[in-house]
């Protein structure tokens, strides 16, 4: 959630409250600190041990320093650490598995694998937010209504038998089974991948996808419920500014391992 905050400063979808979390949206886009910064900022943690022993427990207090920090990684102790412009390597296979799995569980409605639960609606209830969604009470039955992004038992059955030989799945397999409204964000990030998993990475192309990304972050948020929204569907922030830096992922993924 809040990927809104990463778009254009006038873009008219950060003054929308309701198509999001019921809140308008100022603040910029966080800034990425560099390795020197981020030891800056830990200064005042070492000798800190996180423990589960309330005798040994010590508040950390995050007022002064207007930071979230717990813990000094023990990495810094590397006299390079800080140095490096590219410390911790995102696993785009891992990532792009997760996300689809989400996608995947969430409109086929699959059982343990959605992310679209009746506590997900009672959430939306609470936010006051996307009033089409919100359990019906009848009687002393719950209804829960069915959602723009979730598949009829019929397409369910057209999607697989469709999937079974493909490659890039979802531009070619939802075009027609669900409103435009879903089925444009979840092409686009069909697109962000395919693009981000070329062979020759051009600069250009990496703007554009890293320009055009939270637009598209911002069109499921629009759609998907808040609990879609886990680290694993906000990590392809970054993962653009990493292949300026560390060159294509083939060779920084897990798919020749796994």
């Not at 680290?231 to 897990?254: N, Q, T």
Request: with cysteine; hydrophobic share 35%.
């Amino acid at each position: 959630m809040g990927h809104w905050r990463y778009l254009p400063l006038s873009h008219k979808w950060r003054k929308e409250t309701k198509t999001f979390d019921g809140n308008k949206e100022e603040r910029v886009a966080p800034k990425i600190c560099s390795g020197i910064e981020i030891l800056d900022k830990m200064q005042d943690l070492e000798g800190i041990q996180l423990s589960k022993d309330p005798k040994k427990r010590k508040k950390i207090s995050h007022e002064k320093g207007q930071d979230n920090w717990n813990k000094k990684s023990i990495f810094f102790e590397l006299p390079y650490w800080k140095s490096l412009l590219l410390r911790h390597n995102l696993d785009v296979m891992h990532i792009e598995k997760n996300i689809c799995d989400n996608i995947m569980g969430t409109i086929m409605n699959v059982k343990g694998k959605t992310k679209d639960t009746i506590k997900t609606q009672l959430d939306l209830q609470e936010m006051n937010i996307r009033s089409e969604l919100h359990p019906i009470q009848n009687g002393e039955k719950i209804e829960v209504p069915t959602a723009c992004y979730t598949l009829s038992l019929e397409d369910k059955h057209k999607l697989c038998l469709f999937l079974k030989n493909l490659k890039h799945l979802l531009p070619l397999a939802l075009r027609g089974m669900l409103s435009k409204e879903v089925c444009e964000p979840l092409i686009e990030l069909s697109i962000f991948f395919s693009v981000l998993g070329s062979k020759e990475l051009k600069i250009d192309n990496l703007n554009h996808i890293e320009a055009q990304l939270p637009i598209t972050l911002c069109k499921l948020e629009k759609v998907f419920p808040p609990s879609f929204f886990d680290v694993m569907v906000h990590l392809p922030i970054h993962l653009a500014s990493e292949a300026k830096i560390a060159g294509p992922i083939h060779y920084r993924w897990m798919y020749p391992v796994e």
